[in-house]
T-cell receptor
Protein backbone atom coordinates (compact mmCIF):
# COMPACT_ATOMS: atom_id res chain seq x y z
CA UNK A 1 0.00 0.00 0.00
CA UNK A 2 1.14 3.50 -0.77
CA UNK A 3 1.50 6.06 1.98
CA UNK A 4 3.00 9.43 2.77
CA UNK A 5 4.15 10.67 6.14
CA UNK A 6 4.89 14.21 7.24
CA UNK A 7 6.42 13.70 10.67
CA UNK A 8 6.04 17.29 11.88
CA UNK A 9 2.67 18.89 12.49
CA UNK A 10 4.31 22.31 12.65
CA UNK A 11 7.64 23.83 11.72
CA UNK A 12 8.73 27.18 13.13
CA UNK A 13 11.51 29.22 11.56
CA UNK A 14 12.69 32.80 11.72
CA UNK A 15 12.47 34.97 8.63
CA UNK A 16 15.65 34.77 6.61
CA UNK A 17 16.62 31.34 7.94
CA UNK A 18 16.54 28.21 5.80
CA UNK A 19 13.52 25.98 6.13
CA UNK A 20 12.89 22.27 5.67
CA UNK A 21 9.55 20.50 5.66
CA UNK A 22 9.96 16.75 5.82
CA UNK A 23 8.19 14.05 3.83
CA UNK A 24 8.74 10.32 3.59
CA UNK A 25 6.86 7.93 1.37
CA UNK A 26 6.14 4.30 0.74
CA UNK A 27 5.15 3.22 -2.73
CA UNK A 28 5.60 0.20 -4.93
CA UNK A 29 7.45 0.93 -8.12
CA UNK A 30 8.77 4.33 -9.08
CA UNK A 31 7.50 7.23 -6.98
CA UNK A 32 5.96 10.35 -8.43
CA UNK A 33 6.07 13.00 -5.72
CA UNK A 34 4.39 16.36 -5.34
CA UNK A 35 4.33 19.32 -2.98
CA UNK A 36 1.32 21.59 -2.58
CA UNK A 37 0.80 24.68 -0.44
CA UNK A 38 -2.47 25.85 1.08
CA UNK A 39 -2.92 29.41 2.31
CA UNK A 40 -5.72 30.10 4.81
CA UNK A 41 -9.19 29.65 3.35
CA UNK A 42 -7.75 28.84 -0.08
CA UNK A 43 -7.39 25.79 -2.27
CA UNK A 44 -4.18 23.86 -2.78
CA UNK A 45 -1.57 25.35 -5.06
CA UNK A 46 0.98 23.22 -6.85
CA UNK A 47 4.61 23.94 -5.88
CA UNK A 48 6.74 21.29 -7.55
CA UNK A 49 6.99 17.64 -8.51
CA UNK A 50 9.54 14.89 -8.97
CA UNK A 51 9.03 12.50 -11.84
CA UNK A 52 12.50 11.37 -12.83
CA UNK A 53 15.99 12.72 -13.38
CA UNK A 54 17.77 15.25 -11.19
CA UNK A 55 17.20 14.60 -7.50
CA UNK A 56 16.93 18.34 -6.77
CA UNK A 57 13.71 19.78 -8.09
CA UNK A 58 13.08 23.51 -8.26
CA UNK A 59 9.59 24.92 -8.00
CA UNK A 60 7.53 28.03 -7.44
CA UNK A 61 8.29 30.86 -5.00
CA UNK A 62 11.92 29.80 -4.51
CA UNK A 63 11.09 26.38 -3.10
CA UNK A 64 12.99 23.24 -3.98
CA UNK A 65 12.80 19.62 -2.93
CA UNK A 66 15.36 16.87 -2.71
CA UNK A 67 14.47 13.34 -3.69
CA UNK A 68 16.39 10.67 -1.81
CA UNK A 69 15.57 7.17 -3.00
CA UNK A 70 17.56 5.32 -0.36
CA UNK A 71 15.84 7.21 2.46
CA UNK A 72 12.47 7.31 0.63
CA UNK A 73 12.25 11.01 1.36
CA UNK A 74 11.23 14.12 -0.51
CA UNK A 75 11.93 17.07 1.78
CA UNK A 76 10.83 20.57 0.83
CA UNK A 77 13.42 23.31 1.28
CA UNK A 78 13.95 27.01 0.89
CA UNK A 79 17.24 28.83 1.52
CA UNK A 80 15.67 31.94 3.09
CA UNK A 81 12.17 31.88 4.57
CA UNK A 82 9.68 34.72 4.23
CA UNK A 83 6.80 35.55 6.56
CA UNK A 84 4.53 35.13 3.54
CA UNK A 85 5.62 31.48 3.28
CA UNK A 86 3.55 30.73 6.39
CA UNK A 87 0.97 28.20 5.25
CA UNK A 88 -0.02 24.54 5.31
CA UNK A 89 2.15 22.28 3.16
CA UNK A 90 1.16 18.91 1.77
CA UNK A 91 3.33 16.20 0.32
CA UNK A 92 1.65 13.72 -2.03
CA UNK A 93 2.61 10.59 -3.92
CA UNK A 94 1.06 9.19 -7.05
CA UNK A 95 -0.37 5.69 -6.82
CA UNK A 96 1.16 3.17 -9.18
CA UNK A 97 -2.06 2.69 -11.11
CA UNK A 98 -2.94 4.89 -14.05
CA UNK A 99 -5.96 6.56 -12.53
CA UNK A 100 -4.02 9.56 -11.37
CA UNK A 101 -4.93 9.20 -7.73
CA UNK A 102 -2.79 11.15 -5.31
CA UNK A 103 -2.16 10.06 -1.74
CA UNK A 104 -1.61 12.99 0.60
CA UNK A 105 0.28 13.37 3.82
CA UNK A 106 -1.47 14.92 6.78
CA UNK A 107 0.09 18.32 6.21
CA UNK A 108 2.68 20.46 8.00
CA UNK A 109 2.00 23.98 9.15
CA UNK A 110 4.93 26.29 8.48
CA UNK A 111 5.13 29.35 10.70
CA UNK A 112 7.72 31.96 9.73
CA UNK A 113 8.23 34.64 12.36
CA UNK A 114 9.68 38.09 11.67
CA UNK B 1 -9.18 31.10 -17.82
CA UNK B 2 -10.78 30.53 -14.41
CA UNK B 3 -9.21 27.10 -13.79
CA UNK B 4 -11.25 25.06 -11.33
CA UNK B 5 -14.25 26.69 -9.69
CA UNK B 6 -16.57 25.39 -7.00
CA UNK B 7 -20.03 26.42 -5.87
CA UNK B 8 -21.13 27.14 -3.26
CA UNK B 9 -18.27 28.40 -1.09
CA UNK B 10 -20.08 27.79 2.18
CA UNK B 11 -23.12 25.80 3.21
CA UNK B 12 -24.84 24.82 6.43
CA UNK B 13 -27.15 21.81 6.37
CA UNK B 14 -29.29 20.05 8.90
CA UNK B 15 -28.91 16.32 9.38
CA UNK B 16 -30.85 14.46 6.71
CA UNK B 17 -30.92 17.28 4.18
CA UNK B 18 -29.49 16.85 0.72
CA UNK B 19 -27.32 19.05 -1.44
CA UNK B 20 -25.15 19.07 -4.53
CA UNK B 21 -21.71 20.62 -4.87
CA UNK B 22 -20.72 21.75 -8.32
CA UNK B 23 -17.22 21.70 -9.74
CA UNK B 24 -16.37 23.21 -13.11
CA UNK B 25 -13.09 23.36 -15.01
CA UNK B 26 -12.24 25.20 -18.20
CA UNK B 27 -8.93 23.47 -18.96
CA UNK B 28 -10.42 20.63 -21.02
CA UNK B 29 -9.13 18.12 -18.48
CA UNK B 30 -10.21 14.51 -18.70
CA UNK B 31 -9.78 13.59 -15.03
CA UNK B 32 -11.67 15.13 -12.16
CA UNK B 33 -11.62 14.38 -8.43
CA UNK B 34 -13.49 15.13 -5.24
CA UNK B 35 -11.58 15.23 -1.94
CA UNK B 36 -12.49 16.04 1.60
CA UNK B 37 -10.08 17.73 4.00
CA UNK B 38 -10.28 17.13 7.71
CA UNK B 39 -7.85 18.42 10.35
CA UNK B 40 -4.80 16.21 10.77
CA UNK B 41 -5.88 13.84 8.00
CA UNK B 42 -4.75 15.54 4.85
CA UNK B 43 -6.96 15.13 1.80
CA UNK B 44 -8.88 11.93 1.18
CA UNK B 45 -10.30 10.98 -2.19
CA UNK B 46 -14.08 10.53 -2.26
CA UNK B 47 -14.80 9.82 -5.93
CA UNK B 48 -13.11 10.51 -9.22
CA UNK B 49 -13.82 10.44 -12.93
CA UNK B 50 -11.53 9.51 -15.80
CA UNK B 51 -13.76 11.06 -18.44
CA UNK B 52 -17.23 12.24 -19.35
CA UNK B 53 -19.85 9.73 -18.29
CA UNK B 54 -17.52 7.78 -15.98
CA UNK B 55 -17.15 7.75 -12.20
CA UNK B 56 -15.30 5.59 -9.70
CA UNK B 57 -15.01 5.26 -5.94
CA UNK B 58 -12.09 6.63 -4.01
CA UNK B 59 -10.96 6.07 -0.47
CA UNK B 60 -14.05 7.37 1.38
CA UNK B 61 -17.08 7.12 -0.97
CA UNK B 62 -19.82 6.17 1.50
CA UNK B 63 -22.63 8.71 1.78
CA UNK B 64 -21.71 10.47 -1.46
CA UNK B 65 -22.69 10.17 -5.09
CA UNK B 66 -21.22 11.82 -8.16
CA UNK B 67 -22.05 12.47 -11.77
CA UNK B 68 -20.04 13.61 -14.79
CA UNK B 69 -22.58 14.34 -17.48
CA UNK B 70 -20.41 16.98 -19.11
CA UNK B 71 -16.65 16.92 -19.43
CA UNK B 72 -16.23 20.26 -17.69
CA UNK B 73 -18.49 19.54 -14.71
CA UNK B 74 -18.25 17.10 -11.81
CA UNK B 75 -21.07 17.06 -9.27
CA UNK B 76 -20.87 15.71 -5.73
CA UNK B 77 -24.14 14.85 -4.02
CA UNK B 78 -25.04 14.21 -0.43
CA UNK B 79 -28.43 12.49 -0.28
CA UNK B 80 -28.85 12.54 3.49
CA UNK B 81 -26.26 14.66 5.21
CA UNK B 82 -24.70 13.54 8.50
CA UNK B 83 -22.57 15.51 10.98
CA UNK B 84 -19.60 13.29 10.03
CA UNK B 85 -19.72 14.92 6.60
CA UNK B 86 -18.82 18.29 8.05
CA UNK B 87 -15.63 19.06 6.18
CA UNK B 88 -14.00 21.16 3.52
CA UNK B 89 -14.52 19.70 0.05
CA UNK B 90 -12.06 20.23 -2.77
CA UNK B 91 -12.44 19.46 -6.41
CA UNK B 92 -9.42 18.92 -8.64
CA UNK B 93 -8.75 18.16 -12.27
CA UNK B 94 -5.84 16.85 -14.30
CA UNK B 95 -5.13 16.47 -17.96
CA UNK B 96 -4.76 12.73 -18.46
CA UNK B 97 -4.25 11.23 -15.04
CA UNK B 98 -0.84 9.97 -15.94
CA UNK B 99 1.91 9.58 -13.42
CA UNK B 100 3.45 12.95 -14.14
CA UNK B 101 0.21 14.88 -14.37
CA UNK B 102 -0.41 17.72 -11.95
CA UNK B 103 -3.78 18.07 -10.28
CA UNK B 104 -5.21 21.57 -10.08
CA UNK B 105 -7.50 22.40 -7.21
CA UNK B 106 -10.53 24.57 -6.74
CA UNK B 107 -10.93 26.99 -3.80
CA UNK B 108 -13.03 24.58 -1.73
CA UNK B 109 -16.50 24.38 -0.20
CA UNK B 110 -16.86 24.54 3.56
CA UNK B 111 -19.80 22.38 4.62
CA UNK B 112 -21.24 22.21 8.11
CA UNK B 113 -23.86 19.62 8.99
CA UNK B 114 -25.75 20.31 12.20
Amino acid sequence: AQSVAQPEDQVNVAEGNPLTVKCTYSVSGNPYLFWYVQYPNRGLQFLLKYITGDNLVKGSYGFEAEFNKSQTSFHLKKPSALVSDSALYFCAVRASSNTGKLIFGQGTTLQVKP
Amino acid sequence: NAGVTQTPKFRVLKTGQSMTLLCAQDMNHEYMYWYRQDPGMGLRLIHYSVGEGTTAKGEVPDGYNVSRLKKQNFLLGLESAAPSQTSVYFCASSSQGGHSDTQYFGPGTRLTVL
